[in-house]
C-alpha cells in the first residue's frame, strides 16, 4: 500500500518481500531512487536483502557469475568496443577510465538496491568475457529489466544460455522479480532469438526506441511461467565437440594483468546495455 505525499514524494510500505518497512521514493533519472526513512526517522530499523550488501557467485557446470570489478576493465573494455557486439548495445565507456567509474556506479547501484551487473567468467579464464545488468523499472524491483553482451569467441558455446538461466533465476527467486523484461534491436537476430530460447514472449514493437531511428522489439518473462530452458537436440549431443569449442576460445582470449593502476577521482560512469543513451548519474 503506498500514498503520494507530493510530485516527487512517495512513502512505501514493503516495498520487496525480503525488505519490510517504510521508504521514501524519490525519482531519479537513472531508475528510482530509494531512500530508508531511517535516514529521516532514526527509530526505524530496515533490514535490506543480502543482495545490497553483496552479491553473490553463481555457479553453473562451465561457468561462475560474480559482481563486476576493477579487475574486469579492460577485458570488459575491450569486449564491448569490439564493433559486431558493440553495434546493437547503448555506447559503451569509451576509456578504460571510465570504465572504471562505470564499475563504481555499478556498485553503488547495486548497494542502493537499483541494478546488479554480473561478469561472465568461464571455467579456466580468471577475466570476464560477458556481461548481464539487471535493473529495476519500479521501486519494488517486482518489474526489472535485463541486459546482457557477450564475447564473439563464446558464441554458439552455450556459456551464454547457461549464464543467462542463472541470472534469470537470481532475479525470479532471490531479488523477488515477478517481471522481467528485455529490449532487442529489430536486427539483432541472434539477440531475439536467444530470448526467444530462454522463454521470453514478445510484446510489443517500439518504433525509433534505439538511437532514434532503430526498431527495438519489447520481451518479457513472467515468474510462474519461468522454466530453465531445456533444449531437445536434433543430433546427438557431442561433448567433446563443445569443450574443444569453448577451449579454443579460451585460447584465443587475451590474458589480461589482474590488477591495474587505478585511477585517482574517476567519476561514476552510468551505463545500461540497453538504453539509447544512458543519462547522467545524479
Not at 529521516?40 to 570489478?69: C, K, N
Not at 534491436?185 to 534505439?210: P, Q, S, T
Request: hydrophobic share 40%.
Amino acid at each position: 500500500m503506498s500514498h503520494a505525499t507530493s510530485a516527487d514524494t512517495m512513502y512505501t510500505h514493503g516495498l520487496t518481500d525480503n525488505y519490510r518497512g517504510l521508504y521514501q521514493f524519490v525519482p531519479d533519472v537513472c531508475g528510482p531512487e530509494i531512500a530508508p526513512l531511517s535516514v529521516f526517522y532514526p527509530m526505524i530499523e530496515l533490514q535490506p536483502p543480502d543482495w545490497w550488501h553483496q552479491l553473490p557467485v553463481l555457479s553453473g557446470a562451465t561457468l561462475q557469475l560474480r559482481e563486476v570489478d576493477e579487475c574486469d576493465v579492460e577485458a570488459l573494455f575491450d569486449l564491448l568496443t569490439e564493433p559486431s557486439v558493440s553495434r546493437y548495445i547503448s555506447p559503451p565507456p569509451p576509456t578504460p577510465a571510465a570504465f572504471e567509474g562505470f564499475v563504481r556506479w555499478a556498485h553503488r547501484q547495486r548497494r542502493a538496491g537499483h541494478c546488479v551487473c554480473f561478469a561472465v567468467i568461464p571455467n579456466g579464464l580468471q577475466q570476464a568475457v560477458g556481461l548481464f545488468q539487471v535493473r529495476a523499472l519500479e521501486p519494488a524491483f517486482k518489474i526489472a529489466e535485463w541486459g546482457f553482451a557477450m564475447g564473439t569467441a563464446f558464441w554458439s558455446t552455450g556459456i551464454f544460455q547457461e549464464a543467462a538461466a542463472l541470472v534469470a533465476e537470481f532475479a525470479f527467486r532471490d531479488m523477488g522479480v515477478h517481471r522481467l523484461e528485455a529490449r532487442a534491436v529489430d536486427k539483432n537476430g541472434r539477440g531475439n532469438r536467444a530470448l526467444e530460447k530462454l522463454g521470453a514472449k514478445g510484446e510489443a514493437v517500439m518504433r525509433n526506441a534505439f538511437g532514434q531511428q532503430d526498431t527495438q522489439f519489447l520481451w518479457a518473462i513472467l515468474a510462474d511461467e519461468w522454466r530453465p530452458p531445456v533444449d531437445a537436440p536434433q543430433t546427438p549431443f557431442d561433448a567433446a565437440r563443445v569443450k574443444r569449442q569453448i577451449a579454443q576460445a579460451i585460447a584465443s582470449t587475451r590474458v589480461y594483468p589482474a590488477k591495474r593502476p587505478k585511477t585517482p577521482g574517476e567519476e561514476p560512469f552510468p551505463f545500461f546495455l540497453t538504453d539509447p543513451e544512458t543519462p547522467p548519474d545524479k
